[in-house]
């Protein structure tokens, strides 16, 4: 435990990074003990306290408080490296970092993820979806799909290997840790439809473009990505402007997220400036709140598999303070029951929405 403290002491204070709300940065990969490193400079760190005194007691956390690409990859670097088991015995690596909704189709029954695969599978097969695929995809052709921030690629796997398997898929994300799960664990020879590629800082970010030629592509898949979240800020108009780039006239946008229900309602002046026309919306509010009290065993068995993984949890004075502040921040990343991001849900100031957007230009 004195060799800890003395690491951690040095981490906290040496240039290297040890804050994973704001220091990591997305293009790098963190190794197993670069991950515990982190841990234990952010538990020795000011921000602990900070976060124990001025935060409620439902594990809020303002965005300006954090940075999405660096808490992202601390997230991705944990889902890789904790072994995770359900409340039923079913062990599982998290590859769904997807609050998903309920009900959910009979084939995903007992599935510790099956909420993900639940939002994944509605957001391809939407009625616009399927009229498409009708009209347009002929036998032997392929339908082409790009979804921008992919995660893990866990839902790019789903659909190219299930919902759409003759669908060639290319998933981008802008976090490398998600990127190397994505080509390890699904990108693998039985399912050469899927490619998996990092753009570094994410598409539209600085000018950032799809690594795809204009007019080339059926669908564009966003789910549950941290666009939007805030504001239709600059942006948010800078990926819906590379959308409609790539897209097929008359091809789909096909956006699913818990986004503030202001956010949705300035969607729309934004992406109909564009050419953009949507055709089809499903309010999936009350079931997204459904499936996250249906995961509350489940989370809670992931959120202390977390603390239990990192050493820095076991520090004297440090470790148990750490440890409530961790669970509370995860937690409510998660939306989990009793968290300010789930009670937005229940309250409908966050609207969880699927939509089908038809490129008109």
Same mark, same amino acid.
């Given at each position: 435990?004195?060799?800890?403290?003395?690491?951690?002491?040095?981490?906290?204070?040496?240039?290297?990074?040890?804050?994973?709300?704001?220091?990591?940065?997305?293009?790098?990969?963190?190794?197993?003990?670069?991950?515990?490193?982190?841990?234990?400079?952010?538990?020795?760190?000011?921000?602990?306290?900070?976060?124990?005194?001025?935060?409620?007691?439902?594990?809020?956390?303002?965005?300006?408080?954090?940075?999405?690409?660096?808490?992202?990859?601390?997230?991705?670097?944990?889902?890789?490296?904790?072994?995770?088991?359900?409340?039923?015995?079913?062990?599982?690596?998290?590859?769904?970092?997807?609050?998903?909704?309920?009900?959910?189709?009979?084939?995903?029954?007992?599935?510790?993820?099956?909420?993900?695969?639940?939002?994944?599978?509605?957001?391809?097969?939407?009625?616009?979806?399927?009229?498409?695929?009708?009209?347009?995809?002929?036998?032997?052709?392929?339908?082409?799909?790009?979804?921008i921030g992919c995660g893990t690629g866990a839902g790019a796997n789903l659909i190219s290997r299930q919902v759409h398997p003759t669908a060639n898929y290319l998933?981008?994300?802008?976090?490398?840790?998600?990127?190397?799960?994505?080509?390890?664990?699904?990108?693998?020879?039985?399912?050469?439809?899927?490619?998996?590629?990092?753009?570094?800082?994410?598409?539209?970010?600085?000018?950032?473009?799809?690594?795809?030629?204009?007019?080339?592509?059926?669908?564009?898949?966003?789910?549950?990505?941290?666009?939007?979240?805030?504001?239709?800020?600059?942006?948010?108009? &800078?990926?819906? #402007?590379?959308?409609?780039?790539? $897209?097929?006239?008359?091809?789909?946008? =096909?956006?699913?997220?818990? !986004? +503030?229900?202001?956010?949705?309602?300035?969607?729309?002046?934004?992406?109909?400036?564009?050419?953009?026309?949507?055709?089809?919306?499903?309010?999936?509010?009350?079931?997204?709140?459904?499936?996250?009290? &249906?995961?509350? #065993?489940?989370?809670?068995?992931? $959120?202390?598999?977390?603390?239990?993984? =990192?050493?820095?949890?076991? !520090? +004297?004075?440090?470790?148990?303070?750490?440890?409530?502040?961790?669970?509370?921040?995860?937690?409510?990343?998660?939306?989990?029951?009793?968290?300010?991001?789930?009670?937005?849900?229940?309250?409908?100031?966050?609207?969880?929405?699927?939509?089908?957007?038809v490129n008109n230009k």
């Amino acid at each position: 435990m004195t060799v800890l403290l003395a690491i951690g002491t040095y981490w906290m204070y040496s240039a290297i990074p040890n804050d994973p709300l704001s220091g990591l940065d997305s293009n790098h990969q963190l190794s197993p003990m670069e991950t515990q490193l982190v841990a234990l400079g952010f538990c020795m760190s000011p921000a602990v306290d900070m976060l124990l005194t001025d935060r409620p007691e439902d594990g809020d956390i303002e965005n300006e408080d954090y940075v999405q690409s660096s808490i992202y990859a601390m997230f991705y670097s944990l889902y890789k490296q904790v072994p995770l088991v359900n409340e039923f015995g079913v062990k599982y690596q998290f590859t769904f970092n997807t609050w998903g909704f309920s009900p959910t189709p009979k084939e995903y029954d007992n599935d510790p993820q099956r909420h993900g695969k639940s939002a994944y599978h509605n957001l391809v097969t939407q009625p616009p979806a399927l009229e498409y695929i009708a009209k347009n995809i002929k036998p032997g052709n392929h339908l082409e799909i790009v979804e921008i921030g992919c995660g893990t690629g866990a839902g790019a796997n789903l659909i190219s290997r299930q919902v759409h398997p003759t669908a060639n898929y290319l998933a981008l994300d802008m976090q490398a840790a998600a990127i190397d799960t994505c080509k390890t664990r699904h990108a693998t020879p039985d399912n050469p439809n899927l490619t998996c590629q990092l753009v570094p800082n994410g598409v539209g970010h600085g000018g950032n473009q799809a690594p795809r030629a204009d007019s080339s592509v059926d669908f564009v898949v966003i789910s549950e990505t941290h666009i939007a979240d805030v504001e239709i800020g600059d942006l948010e108009k &800078e990926i819906f #402007a590379e959308i409609r780039r790539i $897209l097929k006239p008359g091809g789909l946008f =096909l956006w699913g997220n818990a !986004l +503030p229900t202001r956010v949705w309602i300035e969607a729309d002046p934004a992406l109909n400036e564009l050419g953009f026309e949507r055709i089809h919306q499903t309010n999936h509010t009350k079931g997204a709140v459904v499936a996250r009290d &249906e995961d509350y #065993a489940r989370v809670e068995l992931v $959120l202390d598999g977390f603390n239990d993984h =990192l050493y820095a949890m076991k !520090l +004297p004075y440090f470790g148990k303070k750490c440890a409530v502040v961790t669970r509370k921040l995860i937690a409510n990343f998660f939306r989990h029951p009793g968290t300010n991001m789930y009670k937005t849900m229940v309250t409908g100031y966050d609207s969880y929405m699927q939509q089908a957007w038809v490129n008109n230009k």
